[in-house]
Structures are given as C-alpha cells and as structure tokens.
C-alpha cells in the first residue's frame, strides 16, 4: 500500500502522475523524468508481475526501445526471433525472415516490465506500487478537468492527489478514462484471450508463429526459459470452462499442432482476459492523457501491442512535457500525433480484425495466401514495422 504521507503543503509536489507501470506508463515517465519533470508512477501491483502477453518485441517496438537506450538491457535477458510464420486452414503456411540486420525479441512480460520501471526510476521518476487508484480528481464546478487522482490511501479512507497533468497507461479497464467517458468496450467484438507456459513443444525454432483459423487463432513464441507462449484468442461463447482445457483441447484439435503438443506440459496457471477490443474517442482531455491500452485496443493479433504501448507512452511523455512548457490544450496535439503516427497501423488491424471474424473471409484469405504468398509475406513485414 501508500508507503508514503501526503501533507496539504505538498499540493504541487508533482507536475505528473502516472497511472499504470506497463510499457506504456514506464516510457512515458521515463521521457518525463529525463524532461526534467517531477514525476509520480502509481500501479496497483507488485512488481515484478506477470501479465498475459505474446511476449514477443516486434522489430518496430524494439526500434523504438533502441532510440530510448533502453534496448540493450532488455535485449541482454531476451531471445532473437528472426521473423513469423503464419499458417491458415487447408495447410496453408507462409514464412517470412526479417531483412538481415533485422530482429525482433522475445522476453517475458514480467521481467519486460520490470525492466522498464526500474529505467523510469533510474531516470528520476518516483515509483510507488501496490496503490489502488480509485478514480480521476476533478472538482464539482468543473468535471470536464482532470486535476489528480484519488486513491486508496493506508487507512482505507480516499486520499486526493494533486497534479497538472495525469497520464492514464491503466489498461483495458482504467479507472481513469471509462468514467470520464473517454473509452468504453465495444459490444462486438467480443474476444478473449487465454495463454500459458508449456514446455516439451517439438519444433521452436527463432520464429513467432501465428495460426488463424475460423472465429479464433492461436500464437506460439519461445521464450527465454526454453518453453514456449501458447496463446489462443477466441469469441466469448468459445472461452467457458478451465483455461488450461481449453488450451490442451485448442493444441490438440489443431493439424498444425497437434503432434507439437503431444507431450506438452502447462509449466504454470494460465491466465485468462477480456474482453479484448477499447474504443476511445480522443487520447485525452485537459489535464488528462491516455496512453497504452487505455488509449484504445483494438486486437492483439499482429503483435503490434507493445509497439502501441511503446511509441504511445512516448508522445503520451512528449505531449505532457510541451504542455508543462506551456503549450495549450496537449490532449488535442496528443490525439492527432497518434492519428498520424498509428492510423495506418489500425487501419490494417481492424482489417485482420474483420477477417478473422467470418469464416467466409477466412477462407478467402486462406485461398489468397495460397495463390499469391507474397501477399502474406508482405503483410507479416508490414505488421513487424520491417521493409521488404
């Protein structure tokens, strides 16, 4: 809980706080603190936790970690990987390495995030964890301001934190931008993921893998332990019952799989979450800015997650950083930078979004990738942020 006492005369004790120590929260009070901002970091967990995740660093993320100088440490606990393979119905299967020179990594969330919060506390940023945030602070007269947060405080009472600016990185279901109607979970799609540690799967090599199938795929990635991520993504009708079932019944229905699997064994509980898809209406409002999965979700299918999370935290930091220099209204020059920055990204997304949804478009890319592999090639190459 709160390690620490707030008193009335420390009112402008921050210039920003932020809520959520994942990618986004970690980088963009890293950018903060190397700014010269006086910054506050809030999460409800303890660190290091684990967290469900692809774990899988695309070459455009791992880009972005580079141009932060946070690449080499991360890289020094991560695996290479080389490029996807992305395999559709009728044994469909398309392979596509990265340029030479060209990678990605992979490393497990809990020590990926873990990683990027000791850099923001290396970079000044005051970390506290374990801290339940009830909600935004605004004042009666003027709701339409964020002016802190309010949180949980020692003795179960709501404490009042102060501060110009706020920067939500909470997640799917922030505490921050769904009551203030900023995001909200759309009623379609209804996704849900559910992923586990195996180890004794036959045939890893250095290449992420993703297999679509009708209503639902599946994404394998070693990671550094030697056992692999199995993640599968499935409608919410289809995630009832004991997550472990139903990733043995998913491995072992699977042509692609099955005999991978055969001698599988689940090293740890998996985890379960959804629904997956965030709709948000703009990245912030004044005193307030979104960045992570708060800022909107769309699918964790091209592995673009942490790229999102990522770059965003980092124009989440810039946006904030401008408007303690006394730029105006830094939630609107936030939303278009994250218009120009990602709107091809979602575009294409939402496009992958709609074909696995019906099992008719399914089928049309399945025949497409067999007629004309390039296509796919290109795509995976587009989705990794690599040329080709």
């Not at 009728?90 to 995030?113: E, F, H, K």
């Not at 964890?129 to 405080?153: H, K, N």
Request: positive net charge; glycine residues 12%; hydrophobic residues 50%.
């Amino acid at each position: 809980m709160w390690s620490w006492e707030l008193k009335d005369e420390a009112a402008s004790m921050f210039d920003v706080i932020v809520v959520g120590a994942g990618p986004a929260g970690s980088v963009a009070a890293t950018v903060l603190a190397r700014g010269g901002a006086r910054v506050l970091m809030l999460d409800r967990a303890k660190f290091p936790r684990d967290k469900l995740c692809g774990d899988t660093i695309n070459p455009g993320a791992l880009a972005r970690l580079a141009g932060l100088g946070l690449r080499e440490g991360i890289a020094a606990e991560a695996i290479r990987i080389d490029g996807m393979v992305v395999t559709g119905e009728r044994g469909v299967s398309v392979r596509c390495r990265y340029p030479a020179g060209t990678s990605g990594l992979s490393i497990v969330r809990r020590r990926l995030d873990a990683l990027l919060v000791d850099a923001a506390v290396s970079a000044g940023a005051r970390f506290e964890e374990g801290v339940v945030v009830r909600g935004p602070l605004v004042d009666a007269d003027d709701v339409r301001r964020v002016r802190g947060v309010v949180i949980a405080a020692r003795d179960g009472r709501d404490m009042r934190v102060p501060a110009p600016i706020v920067i939500a990185a909470d997640g799917r279901r922030s505490r921050i931008a769904i009551p203030l109607g900023l995001a909200r979970q759309p009623p379609h799609p209804r996704r849900w993921a559910i992923g586990g540690y195996f180890e004794n799967v036959s045939g890893v090599g250095t290449l992420g893998e993703m297999h679509v199938r009708r209503g639902r795929y599946m994404g394998v990635a070693p990671v550094p332990s030697g056992a692999v991520n199995f993640c599968v993504v499935l409608p919410q009708h289809a995630a009832q019952g004991r997550p472990e079932r139903i990733l043995a019944e998913a491995a072992a229905a699977d042509p692609a799989l099955r005999e991978r699997f055969a001698g599988a064994r689940l090293v740890a509980a998996p985890a379960m979450i959804g629904p997956l898809a965030v709709d948000v209406r703009a990245a912030g409002m004044p005193g307030l800015l979104l960045a992570g999965d708060a800022a909107g979700f769309i699918d964790p299918m091209t592995g673009d997650g942490l790229r999102f999370a990522i770059r965003g935290g980092e124009l989440a930091g810039e946006a904030a950083l401008a408007a303690l220099a006394g730029a105006a209204r830094p939630h609107e020059r936030l939303t278009r930078a994250r218009r120009r920055v990602f709107a091809s990204k979602w575009r294409f997304d939402r496009a992958l979004r709609r074909v696995v949804d019906r099992p008719a478009t399914v089928s049309a890319a399945t025949l497409a990738a067999r007629v004309a592999p390039w296509i796919l090639q290109r795509a995976i190459a587009f989705a990794g942020d690599v040329s080709t």
